[in-house]
């Protein structure tokens, strides 16, 4: 009897132990769960400069849309109105990665910056003029034209020039690195021609402007997104997050109508209201690497106006973050 009654005390004490044991390690799991739980709920931010341009609109849909944070990150957009404004902003730290263009690229890494091109990007630059003298660029031998030096702009008219067989030399070049600016001045007959980008130029035509030329009709692409290597080595995996959420507002467009985003456009990038039936949202296809031979090219430019010294190669500036090279 004696030994029964041991045994049952035996019992009843492993019993109250392995409850007490099961409950410190639930109270144990359930401490870790939520200390690891919370920095999983803080969504990195990753903060873009980006001009007033088309190339912007996914970016901005993408973050409307809450694509962005679906995707694991917080895209904080600052749009500046010169690629100069942009630069300042850079270079001060306070955006992560900017809209760029492949001289720009070229002056970062002449002065040091490990500056690298995650992908390029779908921009247009057009040649605007409101001269009736001037039908096709050939005609603008001698006469003015509006641009912002040093940069893709100044470049895209070089190449423009070329194909018509003339230089920058044959033209008067007038810098005005504000784009809003730009426009104003050719409307008001202050200058012959001028290179801008949309909105800006659905403006100009509606202004009774004409377009010369692009960077489409010559062949021309040197609009990329960019980050410093610090950056990328930081954040790779919220600038995966950021494509993946580009990718997804470039299918949103396709499967919607444009009326549906059109007033976010208006409001995010600068359209008119007033020209709201005149904007042509352009077919944008997903994120892809920048092609090599452009930013040859934009680099050969860029050694001839003596912006890049440096034997820097093409592909010294491409990351593989996003693309393989």
Request: charged letters at 20%; a negative charge.
């Amino acid at each position: 009897m004696k030994k029964i009654l041991m045994l049952f005390m035996l019992v009843a004490i492993i019993s109250t132990l392995a409850v007490g044991c099961s409950t410190a390690k639930n109270a144990n799991t359930e401490g870790t769960g939520d200390a690891a739980a919370s920095p999983a709920a803080e969504t990195p931010t990753l903060s873009l400069g980006l001009l007033p341009s088309i190339d912007a609109i996914p970016f901005i849909v993408a973050h409307s849309q809450g694509f962005d944070k679906e995707h694991g990150v917080n895209l904080a957009i600052q749009t500046f109105k010169s690629a100069k404004d942009r630069d300042v902003a850079f270079q001060a730290g306070k955006v992560d990665g900017l809209s760029a263009d492949l001289v720009a690229i070229a002056i970062y890494n002449e002065a040091g910056l490990d500056v690298k091109i995650t992908s390029t990007t779908f921009g247009e630059f057009d040649l605007l003029t409101g001269n009736d003298e001037i039908k096709e660029v050939k005609d603008l031998k001698g006469k003015s034209v509006i641009l912002s030096k040093n940069t893709s702009t100044q470049y895209t008219v070089a190449m423009i020039l070329k194909q018509a067989g003339l230089t920058e030399d044959d033209v008067l070049v007038t810098e005005v690195p504000q784009i809003p600016t730009r426009l104003e001045l050719l409307k008001n007959n202050k200058a012959d021609a001028a290179i801008l980008p949309e909105p800006f130029v659905t403006m100009g035509k509606a202004a009774g402007l004409r377009v010369l030329s692009s960077t489409l009709a010559a062949g021309v692409n040197p609009f990329v997104l960019a980050f410093p290597q610090s950056a990328i080595d930081a954040k790779g995996p919220a600038i995966q997050a950021m494509y993946a959420a580009y990718d997804e507002a470039v299918a949103y467009m396709k499967s919607h109508d444009q009326a549906e985003y059109i007033d976010l456009i208006i409001k995010e990038v600068g359209y008119p209201d007033t020209l709201k039936a005149d904007i042509k949202v352009p077919d944008y296809l997903p994120a892809n690497q920048v092609d090599v031979k452009q930013v040859e090219a934009a680099f050969v430019w860029a050694r001839e106006v003596g912006l890049l010294t440096k034997n820097i190669a093409a592909e010294d500036v491409i990351s593989d973050v996003q693309f393989k090279k």
